[in-house]
């Protein structure tokens, strides 16, 4: 069962425009949500992250919702940018049992067209 | 954040074969961490990695399989014994930094024939 869920498997925006990235998740006792960016043949890169007592976190051109009632995230981009294309992974952090790990979402492939 | 290195970038292995993977890190870590990607999937954890203690390892991930060392605070590898087709994938690395976040290296490509 998929406790980090992302429903699009791909998205497409025009350059300039804002992209929405969704995540959904199921265990309400995680304390950390966070943002990776993947190009292919790389390693995935820390975009940004939200502490579960937060509600919002931007750092430039990237915000991040969180909204605990709907066990739902969102990551925004304002505006879109070419470079922006590549597949971005949802992950949630857990610290159960003292084991500390980061729980994947299945990825959402963003394409920004110029 | 942190610099990490990960060795060999790529490699084609034969079925029955073992493959080491090195990690290397820039700074003195506590966690490392290795995961598997495979085609048209999410990260999966396999294990967790602290210098000085066995390595835990995630459900449907055993030591013999993937035996893993971690000799000092910067570097770790993870051996994948006795392949099969379905060890192919991407092998990555990744150091936690602050409580929670983590950073990753470039991975490793590995296709077994």
């Known amino acids: 069962d998929q406790q980090v869920k992302q429903n699009s498997p791909s998205l497409s925006v025009q350059e300039g425009r804002i992209s929405i990235l969704n995540c959904d998740y199921t265990?309400?006792?995680?304390?950390?949500f966070l943002w990776y960016k993947k190009y292919p043949a790389e390693g995935p890169t820390f975009l940004i992250s939200?502490?579960?007592i937060k509600d919002k976190n931007e750092d430039g051109r990237f915000t991040v919702f969180l909204n605990k009632s709907a066990k739902h995230l969102s990551l925004h981009i304002v505006p879109s940018q070419p470079g922006d294309s590549a597949v971005y992974f949802c992950?949630?952090?857990?610290?159960?049992?003292?084991?500390?790990?980061?729980?994947w979402g299945l990825g959402t492939s963003l394409a920004v067209n110029p | 954040s942190a610099v990490i290195s990960q060795k060999p970038s790529r490699d084609i292995c034969q079925r029955g074969t073992s493959l080491t993977i090195q990690c290397q890190v820039d700074?003195?870590?506590?966690?490392m961490f290795w995961y598997r990607q495979q085609p048209g999937q999410s990260l999966t954890l396999i294990a967790t990695a602290n210098q000085g203690s066995e390595a835990t390892y995630e459900s449907g991930f055993v030591i013999d399989k993937f035996p893993i060392s971690r000799p000092n605070l910067t570097f770790s590898t993870l051996t994948v014994s006795n392949m099969s087709p379905e060890d192919s994938s991407i092998y990555l690395c990744?150091?936690?930094?602050?409580?929670?976040?983590?950073?990753f290296g470039p991975g490793t490509r590995l296709t077994v024939t």
């Open positions: 990744s150091v936690g930094v602050r409580s929670y976040e983590q950073y």
């Open positions: 992950a949630a952090h857990s610290n159960a049992g003292n084991n500390r790990k980061l729980i």
């Open positions: 700074s003195q870590v506590t966690m």
């Open positions: 265990n309400s006792m995680f304390d950390y």
């Open positions: 939200i502490s579960s």
